[in-house]
């Protein structure tokens, strides 16, 4: 196990990079080849101290973002062709890493509540949060207009908090398409159902994969990220 303290600037390229590797050759079937591609990032673990706006923290203003169903966050992450909207850096839903860690529960720990020292930092690099635009208390709506792609650690950034745990922004490659793994994510499900444990309850993948199938096939979403 290797403990993780800080995200380096470079840490959520590298994670994508790697974990896209790894994903693809689930989504093969071959857990012997996946497992060597973990590798460099495999056993790590968050120990920083960054928390989940789901436990609020006193002078913070509340977070909504959770109100925000799970079928619009999917619709709003694929109109952001699966990048975060502050640092450009590719970004993976949490329902992906899960399914990577139902394959790989030691080497890629996932913790619902990302409880320090039982999540793989990965989660904090990576997965997106829907943020909203203008805040709800503000008037701003639920509806995906008003809604932008985040990594829960930019999210974080954009308040006072843990200011110091969080990298330098560096902005990402926008021209590489981008898809958040989400054409290998039945794959991988389906590699989780032979080898490994499950997180989540029944239909929690299915759901979601159903959402981005939807949010694909809308017209006003681009094919395989951006053009
Ligand atoms: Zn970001």
């Not at 109109?79 to 899960?98: E, N």
């Amino acid at each position: 196990m290797t403990e993780v303290l800080e995200l380096s600037a470079t840490a959520t390229e590298r994670y994508a990079t790697v974990l896209a590797g790894v994903a693809s050759r689930l989504a093969d079937r071959d857990f012997i080849a996946a497992e060597a591609q973990l590798q460099p990032i495999a056993g790590e673990r968050w120990v920083g101290s960054l928390r989940l706006y789901a436990s609020p923290v006193a002078g913070v203003p509340k977070r909504l973002g959770r109100s925000v169903a799970d079928r619009v966050k999917a619709e709003v992450f694929a109109k952001d062709s699966f990048r975060c909207t502050y640092c450009g850096g590719r970004a993976v839903p949490r329902c992906v890493l899960v399914a990577i860690s139902d394959v790989f529960p030691e080497l890629f720990s996932y913790h619902p509540n990302f409880a320090r020292g039982k999540i793989h930092p990965a989660f904090w690099a990576l997965a997106p949060e829907a943020d909203h635009v203008i805040a709800h208390s503000s008037g701003g709506t639920n509806e995906p207009s008003n809604l932008t792609t985040l990594h829960t650690t930019c999210n974080t950034r954009k308040s006072s908090t843990a200011r110091s745990a969080l990298p330098p922004v560096v902005i990402g490659n926008h021209d590489a398409a981008w898809d958040g793994l989400t054409a290998v994510y039945p794959g991988v499900v389906a590699a989780g159902e032979e080898h490994g444990v499950r997180h989540s309850s029944l239909g929690y993948h299915a759901r979601w994969m159903k959402y981005f199938s939807d949010a694909a096939s809308r017209p006003d979403v681009p094919v395989g990220g951006l053009p």
